[in-house]
């Protein structure tokens, strides 16, 4: 459709050592995708719209306890497990590499949430509402999904498309890590991430960021984990479901299992 | 041939043959991509936006931020990446703020008191009519006004003030939770009128007292990108430690390397301790000058604060401490920090909120010179005044002897009109203040500049809605500034919608006073020429981020960069006070509670802050970091203690302390001192948009109501973290409306044959990380 357009594989870094678990990405990614406003109900039904979300985990017992955050959001899999299960075909990977749901294909038969196994599909049980006036903050950008379809995170495909629209199609050069940066182009959760825990960038951009992480853990799989020279890992890599998003592992100063003598 | 279910299968099967064969004899394979060829509506970029640079006034901090403006209706706000307080980041309450101004509950217009009062029944008026009423008012009763407002600076604050000294009055900041303490601390261990800022991204070592710097405590989101370089910042070698001292598992702690749960209002004694070891084992830093800090006595100065001394009186845990002897635990500590340059101390929040919350930041500040943090990189740095002559760089806020004095007088009738604008001082003072039932006077007139209904507007004779952030100017200088000079700029983004009829506070002051020929000081006819006034006397100054050729050039990019600062124009240094730790060892007192039994920790919500947030809906379902509550008030007890108690998850229990009691539901917290209770503010409204007063008297209650108003010595604040609580079953239950499972979620890997890929949070240790 597009001629001579350039192939990013879209990527991010989320490095667990610098999430602090404040929301802040929460929140963006609901104003700037049209998100149903979760109420008490929502909550209770544990139906609640959060296209990436925190995870709090404890370990350990008083007066050594921790918690640890991590965000999760679809993990734009290469294999991913959504996607074969889906009759209709409503979801696929793009040429940017991205996990894409095609809204009006989507019949609602919830078997790609049912095989997602970090649990980012939601589905549309009830038609979102919003209070008239609220309505005026909807970003025009982003289809309002409608009663009985199911709805993910999309990396903020429209802010990649108006970014590709200014930077690609106007000189013709690559859109990077800096043009991103620039451009103020990022997902709305990488932008906002106020200890910079987020990161994203082309994955084929040799010069991004992102790419280092993504080298080392695609030439070291899971069974030689221990020669990675980074923190890098995938959520549950095991499955090999080849996640788009590498986590880096959180540092432990103070291991709970180590006897020995610290403050 | 009849089309059976056994013709179809012998069908398939031999296209399927065929379909293999045609590829076995050679014939060239198209590859079947699985992809739409549609164009989804994500793909087409259509119209164009605008984005606009302005100041977030969500909290007390003012962010500077972009708003996404498409056809006249702002979008999304976000981080303006080149304000240098937040540096194009923002946190979860910034985005909030849309549903401020998209609010359905917004008070489209003027109205005036109908029922009795605090009925909340008011009745539309004339914006004429309510103008009117406002002048005759202040020509009546103008030497008995009160003008309350948030914590302001800059413009706002200037015209505030100058506003009621026009008339013989007063204005008064109010702030639930007020940096008072903090700001003397600062004052008397710096010499510094203005709060300093932490250079965290340079730091080695952090040792935090109190203070949710992560989270609400004075700058987060600067604080956040802080912390990020402090962990893993390019270019580092070392990635900084962090120990959070206090008693309730707060968000930053959660965050630190180590959590020390020690005992409530026992910080400036570890504080001195450390102090102690420092300079008895002389750790100190190279350019620390001892004699001057301790009056020529050395470690002789603190020889009550001894390890031995103030060991036991922490009372830490055992199984934290490892079969160590709390002292050895106190001289690790000071070894750690002192060893880990440039360290640097902070405190706050309940460490400044108890009676001896000035003692106890004073010792924590303190630190910083023994360790040669002061004034240095990865250490605390200093801010310059305002770039302007007049205009205030630092915000009033009345202290809980304030308010005290302040109801006396509403009572005796010396203060006979108040005027309030963004501030809910009946919901956010402990009752026992009595502030709200003073407010029950027939000869008192009040003026409420609120655009939604709240505690305090519900008891006003007269509501003259303000325009939102959004939608008006203004200014700030933020507080703490990065160590130079900033003065932000704030202007409308977007009109107000066409059935909403508000006005701006500072203009309707403005044009009040001009009618009123109170004028003197207020030469301007609004805000906005007022600023822009302030914007020909930045170009006049020919320094600092804005180039510009001519003062009408200047003011188009002060506007569109969203503020003038000048990285040249930095802070003073400080220098100790001579005997500084002899004065902060005479202060030295052992906290003191009202009633009895355990500890309550009120604390600022993550999302709805003191209140302030409760009636937007993203704030009020942003989940809780550590328990992943929305919409709801909760009791944190340590989960041990519970199952002691009796109490299951969801029990609602009553929290009685010497003033009065609430109701919350239960929620066990495997992180916390068994003594104490931690209660979040923001819930337990009555009045206000519906957002606001989800849930009954059971779920949703304000703890600041029953809080004694005990103050801090030698501040007069309020010393919120000072009371103790007997905490009882009601014997209702109810389900926590939370975000976590039925389940709490811990992580499995570990415990299932050590496994690590189950793991989700994956570790490594710092030697290994890259």
Not at chain 2, 99 to 122: D, N, V
Not at chain 2, 199 to 211: C, M, P, Q, V
Not at chain 2, 514 to 526: A, I, T
Not at chain 2, 740 to 761: A, H, K, L, V
Request: hydrophobic share 35%.
């Amino acid at each position: 459709m597009v001629t001579n357009r350039i192939d990013h594989k879209w990527g991010m870094v989320v490095d667990l050592d610098k999430c602090t678990g404040c929301q802040a990405c929460v929140v963006a990614c609901q104003a700037e995708n049209n998100l149903p406003i979760n109420t008490k109900d929502f909550f209770l039904q544990k139906r609640a719209y959060e296209w990436i979300r925190i995870e709090r985990y404890w370990e350990g017992e008083y007066p050594n306890v921790k918690a640890r955050f991590i965000p999760v959001l679809c993990q734009h899999c290469e294999n991913a497990p959504c996607e074969p299960v889906c009759p209709v075909y409503a979801t696929y990977r793009n040429d940017d590499g991205l996990n894409v749901q095609i809204y009006n294909r989507c019949v609602g038969t919830r078997y790609c949430i049912n095989n997602c196994p970090y649990q980012v599909r939601f589905f549309n049980f009830w038609q979102p509402n919003w209070p008239e006036r609220l309505k005026n903050q909807l970003n025009p950008d982003v289809t309002i999904r409608t009663r009985g379809i199911t709805e993910k995170c999309t990396f903020c495909v429209q802010r990649l498309r108006r970014a590709e629209l200014q930077v690609e199609r106007v000189s013709g050069e690559r859109l990077n890590d800096e043009k991103l940066k620039a451009g103020n182009y990022a997902p709305a959760c990488t932008q906002a991430c106020p200890t910079n825990a987020l990161m994203f960038g082309d994955q084929n951009d040799a010069e991004s960021k992102i790419r280092p992480y993504f080298d080392d853990v695609n030439t070291f799989d899971i069974h030689h984990e221990e020669e990675r020279t980074t923190r890098g890992y995938r959520l549950l890599e095991e499955i090999n479901t080849r996640p788009s998003i590498i986590y880096l592992k959180k540092v432990d100063q103070y291991p709970l299992n180590e006897d020995e003598d610290h403050v | 041939m009849k089309f059976t279910r056994r013709n179809f299968l012998a069908w398939a099967g031999i296209s399927a043959v065929g379909a293999v064969g045609c590829d076995v004899f050679g014939s060239e394979g198209q590859e079947l991509r699985l992809q739409s060829p549609v164009m989804q509506p994500e793909d087409l970029v259509k119209g164009r936006d605008n984005w606009y640079a302005t100041l977030c006034r969500q909290c007390p901090t003012s962010e500077g931020v972009l708003v996404r403006v498409m056809e006249g209706r702002a979008k999304k706000v976000q981080g303006n990446p080149m304000y240098p307080v937040n540096w194009g980041k923002q946190s979860a309450r910034c985005d909030a703020g849309l549903q401020a101004l998209y609010h359905p509950e917004r008070l489209a217009g003027p109205m005036r008191r109908t029922g009795a009062r605090g009925s909340g029944e008011f009745a539309p008026t004339t914006w004429q009519q309510g103008l009117d009423t406002l002048s005759a008012q202040l020509g009546e009763r103008g030497n008995g006004l009160l003008l309350v407002t948030e914590p302001i600076r800059a413009h706002q604050a200037l015209i505030s003030s100058r506003f009621a000294n026009a008339f013989g009055g007063r204005h008064l900041g109010f702030e639930a939770l007020d940096q008072t303490t903090y700001r003397a601390a600062v004052k008397d261990v710096y010499g510094q009128d203005l709060l300093p800022d932490f250079d965290l991204a340079h730091a080695n070592f952090l040792l935090s007292f109190g203070a949710d710097f992560l989270s609400t405590w004075v700058s987060p989101t600067r604080w956040s990108v802080g912390y990020g370089d402090f962990r893993q910042g390019e270019g580092r070698t070392q990635r900084g430690t962090h120990v959070q001292v206090e008693p309730r598992f707060s968000m930053t702690a959660a965050s630190a390397d180590k959590w020390v749960p020690i005992k409530p209002g026992i910080e400036g004694y570890l504080a001195l301790s450390l102090a102690h070891v420092i300079i008895s084992e002389n750790l100190q830093a190279v350019s620390t000058d001892v004699n001057a800090l301790t009056g020529g006595q050395g470690a002789a100065a603190l020889a009550n604060f001894s390890p031995d001394q103030v060991g036991p009186m922490l009372e830490l845990p055992a199984a934290m401490l490892k079969g160590h002897s709390p002292a050895d635990w106190i001289r690790e500590l000071a070894r750690d920090f002192a060893g880990h340059t440039p360290a640097l101390a902070i405190g706050g929040d309940s460490a400044a909120a108890h009676s001896n919350g000035l003692f106890n930041l004073e010792a924590i500040y303190a630190l910083n010179y023994l360790v040669g943090s002061v004034g240095e990189v990865g250490g605390v740095r200093f801010n310059p005044g305002s770039p302007i002559a007049d205009l205030p760089a630092a915000s009033t806020v009345g202290t809980m002897a304030d308010w005290t004095s302040v109801a006396g007088d509403i009572r005796e009738g010396r203060t006979r009109l108040l005027m309030v604008h963004s501030a809910d001082p009946v919901y956010g003072l402990p009752a026992s203040v009595g502030f709200g039932d003073a407010l029950n006077r027939d000869d008192l007139f009040i003026v409420s500049f609120s655009p939604f209904m709240n505690e305090t507007t519900a008891m006003a004779d007269l509501i003259l809605p303000d325009r939102i952030y959004l939608e008006d100017w203004g200014s700030d200088i933020p507080e703490p500034a990065p160590g130079y000079q900033v003065l932000g700029i704030q202007q409308p983004v977007v009109n107000p919608l066409s059935d909403l009829d508000p006005r701006s506070f500072v203009d309707v002051l403005l044009s009040t006073a001009q009618e009123l020929d109170r004028d003197g000081d207020l030469p301007w006819g609004s805000l906005q020429q007022a600023l822009r006034e302030t914007s020909d006397a930045l170009f006049a100054l020919n320094r600092g981020s804005v180039e510009a050729t001519s003062a009408g050039e200047f003011w188009n990019s002060l506007l569109r960069q969203g503020g003038w600062w000048d990285e040249r124009e930095t802070g003073p240094s400080a220098s100790a006070p001579n005997g500084l730790y002899n004065q902060i060892a005479n202060r030295a007192a052992q906290p003191i509670f009202s009633g009895e039994g355990m500890y309550l920790m009120p604390f600022s919500h993550n999302t709805l802050l003191d209140g302030r947030n409760t009636h937007l809906p993203w704030a009020q379902a942003a989940p809780d970091p550590i328990t992943t509550i929305t919409w709801q008030s909760w009791v944190e007890i340590n989960q041990r203690q519970m199952e002691e108690m009796g109490f299951r998850e969801g029990d609602i229990v009553q929290v009685r302390s010497s003033q009065g009691s609430i109701t919350a539901p239960v929620y066990p917290n495997p992180a916390m001192r068994p003594d104490v209770v931690g209660v979040p503010l923001g819930q337990g409204r009555r009045h206000g948009p519906e957002y606001a007063i989800v849930g009954d008297d059971r779920e949703s209650s304000n703890v600041l109501s029953i809080l004694a108003s005990s103050q801090v010595e030698g501040t007069g604040a309020l010393a919120w973290a000072s009371n103790r609580v007997q905490v009882s079953s009601t014997g209702e239950s109810i389900r926590i409306v939370k975000f976590e499972g039925e389940f709490t979620s811990r992580e499995i890997g570990n415990q299932i044959d050590n496994n690590p890929s189950e793991e989700i949070i994956k570790t490594t240790s710092p030697g290994a990380s890259h």
